[in-house]
């Protein structure tokens, strides 16, 4: 018998929850931040995929919690403890925040990789959340997947293969 596990996919600048068996994925992190937070005595995992460190830049109107790193991770933390996760249990392990170009200008604005990375620590040590494990940095593209089983995560860079963190 053949044993198809449900892959939840998460896009750009979205967030998604997987529960019991199954995987969570985002593919297209280069400067983006996969944050998956975990519960694994409820067996209960989220992702965000984060673009942008601070929801403070977001233009007046609607805004995308997801997009940012600090509303993105707040609104995955209360998901998750609305679905029987408990704040001291969460972990995290993370991936992304490339620097994708060579930039001549040394402007703070355009390293937005190491910003997002920076932003997500920063919330996570807020929140007392460990970071378990992280792959970031670097110039090259990623896809992670997190399987909720194991809570492994499976990283999968451009040009260099997979990597279980």
Do not use: W
Request: net charge positive; proline share 2%; charged share 20%.
């Amino acid at each position: 018998m053949i044993d198809l596990q449900t892959v939840v996919k998460v896009g750009i600048a979205d967030m998604n929850i997987v529960k019991g068996h199954g995987s969570i994925r985002t593919s297209g992190l280069g400067s983006c931040v996969g944050v998956v937070l975990y519960d694994e005595y409820v067996k209960l995992a989220g992702m965000v995929h984060v673009m942008l460190p601070s929801s403070g830049i977001a233009k007046e109107g609607s805004v995308n919690p997801a997009k940012y790193a600090d509303s993105g991770i707040d609104e995955l933390i209360c998901q998750l403890m609305g679905l029987g996760a408990r704040l001291n249990r969460l972990k995290c392990k993370m991936a992304g925040g490339a620097q994708m170009f060579q930039l001549s200008s040394k402007s703070e604005l355009m390293r937005i990789g190491p910003r997002n990375v920076e932003a997500v620590k920063e919330r996570l040590l807020s929140n007392h959340i460990p970071i378990i494990g992280e792959d970031v940095g670097g110039n090259k593209g990623r896809t992670i997947e997190f399987f909720v089983s194991d809570c492994t995560l499976q990283v999968r860079t451009v040009n260099e293969g997979t990597k279980t963190i």
